[in-house]
């Protein structure tokens, strides 16, 4: 099983549908992060998180440490917002510092 | 800033040449970071430094892979030889500490034929 796990592997939406991505982990972490990777393969980082809620316009990123589980929510999507979106935690124990990530998952919104 | 800077964005070599990837990180990060992407593995951790000091090479497939950081401001990734199977886009990014966000170049995307 990995470790970090997002569902789902694949999303297509409608322009101005709302949408989440989940992502569950079986480590204990420190930190959570979501990136987005586009069409072209540049990886941004999105959020950076450890508890609670952020939110960056029409993204937001919750986290539940206890529950071990984090969702990325998209709001009014839009056709750009297509991108692979790829959970990684920073866990303990093992190398400190380095990020182990899900699988990603692709989404497709459609105008 | 102008970002963590790759080079070269594309590399096409055959099997047996020597590969050597080159990163440059944003000023005044103290950590970076060497992955690789596949369509079979995802992203994985090769490599990272701590003020130039490798932390963890684990990730590093086998001998044919070696990573250097001389200073501050540059970083290399090399495979001698290479092998078909090492193609996939390599990823450098950098931290101001390990655990903080990371900022990722743009990707070497490396074939071997």
């Known amino acids: 099983k990995n470790e970090v796990e997002q569902s789902p592997q694949n999303l297509t939406a409608q322009e101005g549908e709302f949408i989440t991505i989940n992502c569950s982990y079986s480590?204990?972490?420190?930190?959570l992060h979501w990136l987005q990777q586009h069409p072209g393969g540049g990886i941004v980082s999105l959020f950076m998180?450890?508890?609670g809620k952020k939110k960056h316009g029409r993204l937001i990123a919750t986290i539940n440490i206890q529950e071990k589980h984090s969702s990325l929510h998209i709001t009014a999507s839009h056709p750009r917002d297509s991108a692979v979106y790829i959970c990684a935690v920073y866990g303990y124990g093992g190398s400190q510092g380095n990020l182990i990530f899900g699988k990603g998952t692709k989404l497709s919104v459609k105008p | 800033d102008a970002g963590v800077i790759q080079s070269p964005r594309h590399e096409v070599t055959e099997m047996g040449q020597e590969v050597t990837l080159r990163c440059k990180p944003i000023s005044g990060h103290n950590s970076l970071f060497w992955y690789r992407q596949t369509m079979m593995r995802g992203l994985e951790l090769l490599i990272y430094f701590n003020n130039n000091v490798p932390i963890d090479d684990s990730g590093m497939p086998e001998d044919r892979f070696s990573a250097k950081m001389p200073n501050a401001s540059f970083s290399t990734l090399k495979i001698q030889p290479s092998e078909p199977r090492d193609s996939a886009v390599y990823f450098c990014?950098?931290?101001?500490?390990?655990?903080?966000?990371?900022?990722f170049g743009p990707g070497t995307r490396l074939t071997v034929l």
């Open positions: 998180l450890s508890s």
């Open positions: 480590v204990g972490i420190s930190a």
């Open positions: 990014a950098s931290s101001t500490v390990s655990y903080n966000e990371q900022f």
